[in-house]
């Protein structure tokens, strides 16, 4: 490194990781299943049933029909190669008789609260990342003696187990974390010693535990940015480093060439961000066969609409709402087409996100077959900081004419 | 190439009825754009936004040769208008560009090939054709097009139910709290249809149609209606769905009623209305022994009360309404007097005009 590295960190940065966490959810409810395959991602047809004798029978993943992919897959599943994102049909292949429970969104949630409070509870100062993921800021609980020559940072470990064993206590469950002078380090290194694992480390550690790391690793370089770095000779985290700065600004532009340049000697700078609004709600889903917009106008315009009442549903659980309705199609050819409407006013009700979804929908070219629909708000507000007026809502004390009861 | 010359209002007049349907911003530039065609000594102007087309012509001095060019329907438009009322305007075509020469201004617009501008295909099934005056259908429209549904879920209520049933014609507007009805009887006996008009084509309906006794033609089939009136043809694509059936929500004889000055009853909910709830826009309706008491309050406390004497001896009645549904109809109907039949506090309201069976206006209750 051609800057000296200060001795003390100045931050310390956890990354906390549940550990395979919907399949762990899913393993607390059929304990019978531990230390097999599992994988999470059928549908509710595939929830396990319950024989006379009590016992519980579980679909296999060989007996699986259709194109669901894989939501979580088991440490024991992983085992043969099947992971998250994998089609579930290319996994049975893998693993034929691994488990296959469907998804019990509702379920995660509670356990992601659970244990989001749980380290809450030890570090507030927490940064969301996901259902499953959070960054903790732990530098004002760091014991000053930390910061200096203690070794191997005995008081920053003992906050780290302490929030390890709360989360286990609070949820059954486990979780991977990992600390560093910043977010990008703790990242890297929450994944090092999975599952249940706890790596800590520093500036000094980089090129040990850091650079034999592929740079694909980093977040940030996706499969486009790997492979122009694989043609040009650099694979791993290290032989990033070893770049020269100049070099990587004249082959990746002065922005990217001047932050690959950075993160490769796990330079990071961002903060712990504890207050942040989602920037979009969206719902998706694909279908069991692919849908031709004319052909299957009905059944497509019947999960449009179902997409957007859950949407809607979502919006007004988390007391938002929307200025900005988009549509995502996935095409049978897998390409991904978006197209967005902004409305002249905050939408939040189903209707008003059918209404604009299915503008923003005229717009994208339908001759194709479709395999996926999303539908996505964006332009979020707090709800409550609305005038009231602004916000559509059914106005629950008018009566309604019986024009669609049944007679 | 030289086009045409022709007094400002001979090409403004006929712009401004094809370009109400013309969107601000659509996916499809052409769409912005208004067909202009010079065949003999017709000028034919043409606009769509691939729901609605308006086409309609004007009739030049001197037969001109025959060429066909879109330009913007907007900027033509705007030009025109601000261009002194008596200017002559001459149009030629220079490349890809439009010049437009009046007096000492002059404007190029870019122009998009004629030949690339859509139009509606021909529309399939049975023709059922009814022929009204113009001026009969516009009130016809105008007293129920305000019950329309605007970007509903239930899409099929963004629009206006066109039916047609032996001899008679009936157009019927519901978004699920109020409904209005209207039917007029027709000189000859039709095959029963029906359509739901898009709200839009609606609204550019009762703008087009004149105060006349001339004709309109209403040729409505499975997938289509065409509207044919003066010079203008309005072929629009209907909604497709099923209306739902609005006969069994006029309720048949609710037994209290009473008959009251339409402007009276007009003028008091519209005093009232100033202190009702801006959102919920709620007002009492007490009913004792030939007394009407009208009650708004809103969320700061303050009341307003109205006392209308009328001629009563129903049930004592307790009953909301939002104010807007009520006034609606009252601001669109030109009769002295209508009839208020209701029920009891839960119950739909009947509106009627005395004396008349054709217009019906049921408005459901709110709970205040």
Not at chain 1, 116 to 138: S, T
Not at chain 2, 228 to 243: A, N
Request: hydrophobic share 40%; glycine share 6%.
């Amino acid at each position: 490194m051609n800057e000296a590295e200060p001795k003390v960190p100045s931050r310390w940065i956890a990354h906390l990781d549940m550990d395979a966490f919907y399949a762990s959810v899913e393993l607390l409810r059929y304990p019978e299943l531990r230390g097999k395959p599992v994988v999470v991602g059928g549908r509710r047809a595939h929830a396990p049933k319950t024989l006379p004798d009590g016992s519980r029978r579980f679909a296999l993943l060989h007996d699986y029909a259709g194109r669901g992919v894989i939501t979580t897959a088991t440490y024991e599943a992983r085992a043969f190669g099947v992971h998250s994102g994998m089609g579930l049909m290319k996994a049975a292949a893998l693993a034929p008789d691994a488990a296959l429970l469907p998804a019990d969104f509702d379920q995660y949630r509670k356990y992601s609260k659970l244990f989001k409070a749980a380290v809450r509870a030890i570090a507030p100062q927490i940064e969301n990342r996901g259902i499953d993921e959070i960054y903790i800021d732990l530098t004002d609980l760091a014991p000053a003696d930390d910061m200096g020559d203690a070794e191997p940072h005995s008081g920053i470990r003992d906050i780290a187990m302490r929030i390890k064993s709360s989360v286990h206590k609070a949820t059954g469950l486990t979780c991977s974390i990992g600390v560093s002078p910043n977010k990008l380090l703790s990242k890297l290194c929450s994944e090092l010693e999975k599952p249940n694992g706890l790596t800590i480390i520093t500036m000094a550690d980089v090129p040990g535990r850091i650079w034999p790391l592929p740079a694909s690793k980093i977040n940030g370089i996706g499969p486009k940015a790997s492979e122009k770095l694989a043609s040009l000779g650099i694979k791993t985290i290290g032989e990033l480093a070893a770049g020269d700065e100049v070099w990587l600004k004249q082959n990746f532009g002065a922005n990217y060439g001047a932050w690959l340049h950075r993160v490769a000697h796990g330079r990071d700078e961002r903060p712990v961000v504890t207050h942040s609004e989602p920037k979009s709600i969206s719902r998706e889903t694909t279908f069991e066969r692919d849908l031709h917009a004319r052909h299957d106008r009905e059944e497509l315009g019947k999960l449009f609409t179902r997409l957007c009442e859950q949407l809607a549903s979502d919006l007004q659980r988390k007391g938002y709402a929307a200025k900005t309705i988009g549509v995502k199609l996935r095409f049978d050819d897998f390409r991904i087409v978006t197209r967005v409407l902004t409305a002249d006013t905050w939408i939040q009700d189903a209707a008003g996100i059918r209404h604009w979804a299915g503008r923003a929908l005229k717009k994208a070219p339908l001759e194709q077959k479709l395999r996926l629909l999303g539908v996505r708000a964006e332009n979020l507000c707090v709800a409550d900081a609305l005038p009231r007026e602004d916000v559509d809502q059914e106005q629950h004390d008018q009566l309604t004419l019986g024009l669609f009861k049944v007679p | 190439m030289k086009l045409l010359n022709i007094e400002r209002d001979t090409l403004l007049k006929p712009l401004q009825a094809v370009s109400g349907i013309v969107e601000r911003r659509h996916t499809l530039p052409i769409l912005s754009n208004v067909l202009l065609e010079i065949a003999d000594s017709e000028l034919n102007l043409l606009a769509t936004d691939l729901e609605i087309q308006v086409a309609t012509k004007a009739s030049l001095d001197k037969s001109a040769n025959a060429q066909a060019i879109t330009v913007s329907a907007r900027k033509l438009q705007d030009i025109l208008r601000s261009l002194p009322d008596a200017a002559t305007v001459s149009l030629e075509t220079q490349e890809s560009k439009l010049v437009l020469r009046a007096g000492k201004s002059r404007f190029n617009l870019q122009m998009l090939p004629a030949e690339d501008f859509p139009r509606l295909a021909q529309g399939t099934g049975e023709v059922a054709t009814v022929s009204v005056a113009q001026k009969n259908l516009k009130r016809m429209l105008q007293l129920v097009q305000y019950a329309m549904a605007q970007q509903d879920i239930r899409y099929y209520l963004n629009g206006l139910l066109l039916l047609v049933d032996a001899n008679k014609l009936t157009l019927v507007a519901t978004d699920g709290h109020r409904l209005a009805c209207i039917s007029a009887t027709l000189d000859e006996k039709q095959p029963r249809a029906e359509a739901i008009l898009p709200r839009k084509a609606v609204l550019e309906l009762v703008k087009l149609l004149g105060d006349t006794d001339d004709v309109v033609e209403l040729q409505i089939q499975q997938n289509q209606v065409r509207s044919h009136f003066g010079s203008v043809d309005l072929l629009s694509k209907v909604v497709d769905g099923k209306f739902p059936d609005f006969t069994r929500v006029i309720p048949s004889n609710p037994p209290s009623r009473f008959v009251i000055t339409r402007t009276e009853l007009q003028q008091a909910l519209q005093r009232a209305s100033i202190l009702s709830n801006e959102k919920f826009r709620g007002v009492r309706w007490v009913l004792t022994k030939d007394m009407l008491r009208i009650v708004c309050t809103n969320a700061e406390q303050e009341e307003a009360e109205e006392e209308l004497e009328i001629d009563y001896s129903g049930e004592p009645l307790d009953i909301g309404f939002n104010v807007t549904y009520l006034l609606d109809v009252l601001n669109n109907l030109s009769s002295d007097q209508v009839e208020c039949a209701l029920g009891d506090a839960n119950s739909s309201m009947l509106i009627t005009v005395p004396g008349d069976e054709n217009f019906k206006y049921v408005v459901m209750p709110m709970r205040i």
